[in-house]
């Protein structure tokens, strides 16, 4: 069964600065998704980044990069210029057969 | 915009008590799938359901869980004589595509379900 790590319960950045957010996995099928969702408080998941498995280039949306390193089946995600509103809990999420989702990180922003 | 919606948001039961949790998926959504998170831990699978049955479910899903869909528009999960241990939040998701492709989830709220 693929399992995904994501070793920071919890990550503190200053605003405006940036921070990054580490997720490992674990699978042996060659061609999958990952994704990396953001849960705010009291509010549903959401989607915030999509990498296909299939393609060197690491995926940005706007202030959100990820750092896909295939062979070691890593799956960091940065944030840039960080913003009060980034607060959330942030789930690293495996694609194969079926979705599977790390344990998240709780990132809290500092103004 | 079309969002994916949970009743009750926070449910407290008894023990052996029977619990129906409720989700209105995105309308033109096919795939819908029912997560749960215990507090402190990580989202798990529960389930997953396509044309009107089971297309997948984890080994959490047990007899005591069922899901169906009814009317067409509701899709609710069933936990048939609730355990201390089925305390935790229930995320209800739907897509478009198979999650085994490129499929988005789109989640509800969740449901927090407390047994005493």
């Known amino acids: 069964a693929q399992t995904v790590t994501q070793s920071q319960p919890e990550m503190s950045v200053q605003e405006a600065e940036t921070v990054t957010l580490s997720c490992t996995y674990d699978t042996s099928e060659s061609d999958y998704y990952l994704f990396w969702y953001k849960q705010p408080p009291s509010r549903q998941m959401i989607l915030v980044i999509r990498?296909?498995?299939?393609?060197?280039q690491n995926a940005t949306e706007n202030r959100f990069s990820v750092n896909f390193q295939k062979a070691a089946k890593s799956f960091s995600l940065k944030i840039s210029d960080s913003q009060l509103g980034d607060a959330a809990m942030f789930f690293c999420?495996?694609?194969?057969?079926?979705?599977?989702f790390g344990a998240g990180t709780r990132l809290t922003v500092k103004p | 915009e079309p969002e994916v919606t949970q009743t009750p948001s926070h449910q407290v039961t008894q023990m052996g008590q029977e619990v129906i949790l409720r989700c209105v998926p995105i309308s033109n959504h096919l795939y819908f799938y029912w997560y749960r998170q215990i507090l402190g831990q990580k989202v798990e699978f529960l389930v997953s359901?396509?044309?009107?049955?089971?297309?997948?479910k984890s080994e959490i899903f047990d007899d005591q869980f069922s899901v169906e869909r009814p009317d067409g528009s509701n899709f609710t999960l069933k936990i048939r004589s609730t355990k201390l241990e089925d305390s935790a939040m229930y995320f209800c998701?739907?897509?478009?595509?198979?999650?085994?492709?490129?499929?988005?989830?789109?989640f509800g709220e969740g449901s927090r379900l407390t047994v005493l």
């Open positions: 990498q296909e498995a299939y393609k060197q």
């Open positions: 999420a495996y694609s194969g057969d079926d979705m599977r």
């Open positions: 359901f396509y044309n009107n049955e089971i297309s997948e």
């Open positions: 998701a739907s897509s478009d595509q198979v999650t085994g492709v490129t499929g988005e989830l789109f």
